[in-house]
């Protein structure tokens, strides 16, 4: 199945074109050379040079000690435990953890401390006495929330990577066994009275194509250790921390509701995004969908959720917006009880719902994350992962009453200073989304989205993995942005942000930023990069010349010959046979292969669900490669290769 | 008063006859049909978990709790109307369904939906599944399969890297240390865990219907059920069943033994002596020495428990209820009750009377 041309031109026009292009290579490799190579940023503060490589602490959690007297900080990216007085704020002591730490939780008794690293695949457990780590234990794919029960016999963590959440002996770290939980397993939280612990997810759990996203929180009961409820999140995408009041009757969610059925040029209209609040428990009766949203600004990216001790205020970090929005509690019930509810059960639409208990915006720094309270609930402190400080809010006047700096250089590089534009709303129109609103943490949102420059309801397009990108250009599923600079600048301002453009620096770290972003370890590759058995005979099938019969499969119709390379892209358009009715072109960019088991659904419009069915429903005339030939078990094998690129 | 001396009478001699017979179980059927709730009457599984028992039914799975069915249907995600095998994963309490269109999970109302198209499973038809750990174990009409449920990998076990000639598998009973499967066909197949070594166990009579050698092997190679409880492998197949200790086999024909029919659908065993065998004439039951039919007549339809000692004599015992339909599919256990999945409906079991072997083993414990 021959899909390219060769031209074989052989004269001096041929020659003297291959100079023109070698020259206008050049001219346009340094053109883009600012962008891709920038020179080590300036320091805001004194111009110094920075190395490029420098680690931040970014703070991502805290937690304060159960006696009140210890503020602990989860560091992610220098892959520490800052311990703090809680009172002075005298930083105490720094526990390094394991590689990329994402959640963190004390034992009931509080004399242990439980660190998940998430891109290791250990539980870190560090003694509160000792401020040491004192055993690291296994545990799923990407362990992201962890909890502890109250009888001290049990340890749960919320896996991302395997959707699921273990369940380990708190005295051995010995998995027990796993519970089904939502797609993107990550925020853990355990009921006041210890028998419910509620699992919630970043990316949506699978469903039919262009439908609505549907999440869920899934509740485990403590004591028996299985999943007895499932809350429905309808048109969720995207759900974060949870939050109770502290007699159990007010449970709250922070979440996205993306517009992806939509044409995103209607974000002047109505939005891409809702950013809401689903409060369930016995204040409000069935879950109900509240908006964090204003008329004019938008409160893009909800994180962390903390209801007061009192119950009076409820909390909720704002990473896109760099702020903290406080809602009065009672004037929020007050609201789902007096206005009839909507038959879906949602206010989100309603962009005039959040005056009637939003009370104020706190700003504080860089990308706002997690957040907890005093003991006492007068003091919230707030985790800016991209400042590298913890706000600490007095909420009885809500301002920022003080400010922890961490240990990390104050000095931005151009790294950081990118990783803010891609986590910062204020681009776009009325601060609705930034990158991060669809790249959730820098990877992707397991959604299909309908980009307006394409026309409407044409050219409808899956969002892609956004990890190890350097040299995986041209980008956009047709190929149209030749480099990162275009992929986020003109094409971002105009198109998504409706708003302001970036100057050329913000512009360059951005790109800098984003070409940066690593790959996450592959958890179906072996230690040593062996292969097992139905991986290396996947790998023989995804190399092979000739089918099953003994024809020779055409080069162009192997796998190899597409994918291509260490990242599995010969970087070239093909059309390999899955066009549907809405697309301009068949004409597609060959998508990288990196952690390809990761990013369903699949195909250039999220058309096929799983990787079988790329093979199974969507190549009926062998166009996307050979397959047809294969056995059921031989196309297993293919997929186990596969999943180890 | 005539008919009080009748009864009483009757009673009577029941209760001689009884005396005269091996004491056996003695259940009250209640049964379930669409008059009561269930989506159909044709029950191809039953599964019991506490107090919740599921129905797979040729339209749909019910689930029976706090006196109440409710149905899960292709709209909540099932993969296929007809539920044919259902297991339970203890750890989790996620319920698994083979369906005539796939395999499906059922974990706390979220149904996820494995097909040949979606995923690695082999076939659509999936007639039998069984939960070990990690993994789950399939049944399908083209070949076995496991599914490993920390790293997604899909496992295919077909007649290019097993002894199986037939590739339709009917059956699978998975624990930590064997693996078995009924081939249609083919036997008896042997997962070795340990050794990841496959084993086959044959009629030695081969195709033909005769039993020349009744106890030295497999009573047959058209296998439709497999159950491995305590060491102790217990196969069901159209012409008779097996038990197997690891070194002797004993067969079970309908000639011989109380068994009432050789044609089996499914069996199920309780312990290394005890086992229930679902036929299409009855439910039997068989204590390690003795039998019990339990059905309705098959000539007038009225209920029916018969007895059969060791000697071989059969005696009747009057009941008043008997499972729904004497084509049974499928049974479980729900402590002293028992469930079946009959073609015209699901039957309770509810215990009246204990056997001898029940009671000597309670007192043993």
Redesign the interface.
């Known amino acids: 199945m021959r899909r390219l041309s060769w031209s074989r031109g052989d004269n001096g026009w041929g020659v003297a074109a291959a100079l023109l292009a070698v020259a206008g290579a050049l001219l346009f490799g340094l053109a883009l050379w600012p962008a891709l190579n920038p020179p080590a940023h300036a320091d805001e503060d004194d111009n110094a040079v920075l190395p490029r490589d420098i680690k931040y602490d970014s703070p991502l959690e805290v937690v304060v000690s159960h006696d009140g007297a210890r503020l602990y900080v989860l560091c992610q990216q220098s892959e520490t435990v800052r311990v703090f007085d809680a009172a002075s704020y005298a930083p105490i002591k720094t526990i390094p953890v394991g590689r990329v730490p994402r959640g963190m939780a004390l034992s009931a008794s509080g004399d242990r401390l439980y660190v998940t690293n998430s891109w290791e695949d250990t539980l870190s457990v560090i003694d509160t006495q000792t401020l040491a780590v004192v055993a690291t234990w296994n545990v799923?794919a990407e362990p992201s929330g962890v909890v502890a029960d109250r009888a001290g016999e049990r340890i749960f963590v919320a896996n991302r990577i395997?959707n699921d959440v273990a369940v380990l002996d708190a005295h051995t770290g010995v998995e027990?066994?796993?519970?089904?939980a939502g797609r993107g397993a990550s925020y853990l939280t355990m009921s006041p009275d210890g028998s419910r612990i509620y699992c919630t997810h970043v990316y949506p759990?699978?469903s039919p194509h262009r439908t609505e996203p549907e999440s869920?929180i899934?509740?485990i009961d403590t004591n028996?250790a299985?999943?007895?409820?499932?809350i429905p999140l309808h048109s969720i995408a995207g759900v974060f921390h949870l939050a109770f009041s502290a007699d159990g009757r007010l449970g709250a969610v922070a979440e996205y509701h993306p517009k992806n059925l939509v044409p995103l040029a209607h974000l002047e209209h109505s939005g891409a995004f809702a950013y809401t609040l689903t409060l369930f428990g016995e204040d409000v009766g069935k879950p109900v969908e509240v908006p964090l949203d204003e008329m004019e600004q938008y409160a893009s990216q909800p994180f962390g959720v903390a209801i007061a001790p009192d119950k009076s205020r409820l909390y909720v970090t704002i990473g896109g917006s760099e702020c903290v929005i406080a809602i009065d509690v009672q004037r929020l019930l007050h609201f789902v009880h007096a206005r009839p509810r909507p038959e879906d059960g949602s206010y989100a639409r309603d962009l005039s719902a959040s005056a009637n208990y939003v009370t104020t915006r706190i700003p504080v720094g860089h990308n706002p994350r997690g957040v907890s309270f005093s003991r006492d609930g007068r003091r919230l402190f707030v985790a800016n992962r991209l400042e590298d400080t913890i706000s600490v809010i007095d909420t009885r006047t809500n301002r920022v009453a003080a400010t922890i700096p961490l240990t990390g250089p104050h000095a931005i590089s151009a790294r950081r200073s990118g990783e803010r534009t891609f986590y910062s709303a204020r681009f776009s129109f009325q601060g609705q989304i930034s990158c991060s609103s669809c790249h959730i943490d820098s990877t992707f949102d397991g959604l299909t989205w309908d980009l307006e420059p394409d026309g409407f309801g044409r050219d409808i397009v899956d969002n892609r993995l956004i990890e190890d990108l350097r040299g995986t250009e041209p980008y956009k599923w047709n190929g149209g942005n030749p480099n990162i600079p275009t992929e986020c600048g003109p094409r971002t301002e105009k198109y998504f942000w409706r708003s302001e453009n970036y100057n050329d620096l913000t512009l360059a770290d951005l790109s800098f930023y984003v070409l940066q972003i690593p790959s996450r370890p592959n958890r179906?590759k072996l230690p040593g990069y062996e292969l097992t058995e139905?991986q290396r005979r996947g790998k023989a099938i995804f190399e092979r010349e000739v089918d099953k019969f003994g024809k020779p499969i055409p080069f162009t119709n192997r796998c190899v010959f597409c994918h291509s390379e260490k990242k599995g892209t010969n970087q070239r358009s093909f059309d390999v046979g899955t066009r549907k009715l809405t697309d301009n072109s068949g004409l597609l960019d060959t998508p990288q292969l990196l952690n390809i088991?990761l990013t369903a659904p699949y195909l250039h419009d999220g058309s096929a669900?799983?990787l079988?069915?790329i093979w199974?429903?969507f190549n009926p005339e062998d166009k996307h490669g050979r397959t047809n030939d294969l056995?059921?078990?031989e196309?297993?094998d293919l997929?186990?290769y596969l999943r180890t690129r | 008063m005539k008919k009080i001396v009748t009864i009483a009478l009757f009673l009577a001699a029941s209760g001689l006859a009884l005396a005269a017979a091996p004491r056996m179980p003695l259940y009250r059927f209640e049964n379930f049909t669409t008059a009561n709730g269930l989506p159909d009457n044709h029950v191809y599984s039953v599964l019991v978990d506490g107090d919740r028992i599921w129905a797979g039914t040729e339209n749909g799975l019910a689930l029976y709790e706090n006196h109440q069915w409710k149905t899960y249907t292709t709209k909540d995600g099932l993969a296929h109307r007809a539920v044919l095998s259902l297991a339970l994963d203890k750890?989790?309490?996620?319920v698994w369904a083979g369906t005539m269109g796939g395999l499906s999970?059922v974990?706390?109302?979220?149904i996820?939906s494995y097909t040949?198209?979606?995923?690695?499973l082999?076939?659509d038809v999936v007639y039998g599944v069984s939960v070990e750990g990690?993994n789950v174990w399939v049944a399908t009409a083209?070949g076995a399969c496991r599914l490993d449920?920390?790293?997604?990998?899909?496992?295919?076990y077909?007649e290019?890297?097993t002894p199986m000639v037939e590739i339709w598998v009917y059956g699978v009973s998975a624990t930590t240390s064997k693996v078995y499967f009924a081939v249609w066909g083919s036997g008896i197949l042997e997962y070795d865990q340990k050794t990841g070594r496959w084993d086959k166990y044959e009629d030695p009579d081969g195709e033909t219907e005769m039993v020349l050698f009744k106890d030295q092997g497999l009573i047959h190679e058209i296998t439709t059920s497999v159950s491995y409880v305590d060491n102790i492998l217990w196969a069901a197949t159209y012409f008779g069943d097996s038990r197997y200790d690891g070194r002797y086999w004993h067969n079970f024909l309908a000639k011989d033994s109380g068994l009432p029919s050789n044609f089996t659908n499914a069996i199920k065993g309780v312990d290394a002596k005890r086992a229930w065998f679902c036929t299409d004439k009855g439910l039997a039951y068989y204590d390690g020495v003795n039998w019990a039919v339990y059905r309705p007549s098959l000539k007038d339809g009225k209920p029916e428990m018969t007895v059969r000692d060791a000697q071989g004599k059969i005696t009747p015992v009057a009941v008043t209820t008997a499972p729904a339909h004497n084509y049974i599919l499928g049974i479980d256990f729900s402590g002293s009750d028992i469930w079946v999945a009959t073609a015209r409906g699901l039957s309770h079991g509810i215990l009246q009377q204990q056997g001898n072997s029940e009671m000597n083993k309670e007192k043993s414990r």
């Open positions: 799923g395997s027990e066994k796993r519970l089904l759990n699978p869920e899934t509740v028996r299985v999943v007895i409820d499932r179906w139905a088991a669900r799983t079988e069915e199974t429903v056995t059921k078990d196309l297993n997929i186990e | 750890r989790t309490g996620d999970r974990s706390a109302g979220l996820v040949q198209l979606n995923s690695g082999s076939n990690e083209a449920l920390h790293t997604g990998q899909w496992s295919l077909n290019r890297n």
